[in-house]
């Protein structure tokens, strides 16, 4: 499998490409990125863009992969529905929509969060664009359209968040994620098994397109 990751730089992101990394029948990775990542690796190929509304240069190199992991993400921390909206819902979909050209046969999935609105009529901005975006991207005809909402999740193996107080907040609560792992595993993930997660559905496929913390946790 021939596996083109968005976010790779990101707290779930370097999960993906660890797991991608690692896997036997993942055969080349390609990580489109705005910043290198730093890594290398036999089967890893950086391409650094900065601009990802414009893809036009690239569509030679985002041609034939078999799958894509959208890890891209920000938090809305701080930010009004316009700007939120800008790089979660139409970025996604920009790069989604050229994607979809080159690679029809291509599986699409997409990182969402527990709590995404797919009424798209709540009051809780956040969700109401995910929701929007999750609702888009299915109707894009990839082979396959899945959308992750993954709540706490623990990063493990180095891995840490770009967003400073989600930094924080693992710090704090780091030394008690694995009991509470124990305790209520339906409610907490790993990146590990997150990234493992993605790459199963990737491959297989999923019975159903949403896939909430429950799903994710029995991979």
């Keep these: 499998m021939k596996v083109l990751l968005l976010g790779a730089t990101g707290m779930i992101g370097q999960g993906a490409l660890r797991e991608c990394l690692l896997d ?3 055969e080349q990775v390609l990580a489109l990125v705005r ?3 730093g890594q290398q690796h036999p089967k890893l190929r950086e391409l650094v863009h900065p601009d990802l509304f414009n893809l036009a240069p690239l569509e030679a190199e985002l041609n034939g992969w078999d799958a894509c992991l959208f890890c891209l993400g920000i938090s809305a921390s701080g930010l009004d529905e316009a700007a939120y909206s800008r790089i979660t819902h139409d970025l ?3 790069v989604a929509q ?3 050209r080159l690679n029809p046969a291509m599986t699409f999935v997409y990182i969402s969060a527990a709590g995404a609105d797919s009424s798209e009529r709540g009051r809780v901005m956040w969700a109401r664009v995910k929701g929007r975006i999750e609702n888009a991207l299915q109707r894009l005809p990839f082979k396959g359209v899945y959308h992750f909402r993954p709540g706490v999740i623990q990063p493990l193996h180095g891995i840490r968040s ?3 107080l989600y930094r924080v907040l693992y710090t704090v609560m780091g030394p008690v994620l694995p009991l509470l792992r ?3 595993p339906a409610s907490i993930t790993t990146t590990e098994q997150l990234g493992r997660a993605l790459l199963r559905v990737a491959r297989d496929g999923a019975p159903q397109p949403i896939l909430e913390m429950r799903d994710i946790t029995r991979y």
Excluded: F, M, N
Aim: glycine share 0%; aromatic share 0%; hydrophobic share 45%.
């Design 35 to 37: 910043s290198p990542t």
């Design 98 to 100: 050229v994607l979809v």
């Design 92 to 94: 996604t979909l920009a």
């Design 162 to 164: 770009q967003t400073r």
């Design 182 to 184: 124990r305790l209520v």
């Design 24 to 26: 036997p029948e993942v």
